[in-house]
């Protein structure tokens, strides 16, 4: 498999900017927490869970992009048929799964809090997570599609 080494270098870019994104959301994230806290001081009991999806969120992606990272220097390296890709692959559909699970505690506790407040109803948020769990999902369907012809070549 001739792969440009351009294309897998430009890739490798995204994927640390991505995780620069990461990481900036993740020092910011406390400040941001308390400072809404202190805005609304009868929904702060809210603030513990949502730091701990958030933060769950961040290290499975943080460890889905590493992988990610990790496949496409195997690609480089002409090793894109390996135990080693196929391993990475299923660690991030692992990461997938994760992340779906973590918004989906978020879309509750969202509903949650809409109810214990009588507030609004949580629509907006919760069409957001609806499509990030769309968006995850069809990464998950793309890693299960790519460990296919893996499994098939190693045999």
């Not at 730091?51 to 499975?60: K, P, R």
């Amino acid at each position: 498999m001739n792969v440009k080494r351009g294309s897998t270098t430009f890739l490798k870019v995204i994927i640390f900017l991505f995780g620069i994104a990461v990481l900036a959301l993740c020092i910011w994230l406390p400040e941001i927490a308390v400072r809404d806290a202190r805005v609304h001081p009868d929904t702060a009991y809210f603030l513990i869970p949502f730091l701990v999806c958030a933060y769950g969120f961040c290290i499975a992606f943080s460890v889905a992009l590493y992988h990610a990272y990790k496949l496409l220097t195997y690609i480089e390296k002409n090793n894109a048929f390996s135990e080693l890709s196929l391993k990475s692959l299923k660690i991030i559909k692992k990461c997938a799964f994760t992340v779906i699970f973590l918004i989906l505690l978020g879309i509750v506790s969202l509903r949650v809090l809409a109810q214990v407040t009588d507030s609004d109803d949580a629509a907006g948020p919760t069409s957001l997570c609806l499509m990030g769990i769309l968006a995850t999902s069809i990464l998950a369907a793309i890693v299960n599609a790519l460990q296919k012809p893996l499994k098939n070549a190693q045999i």
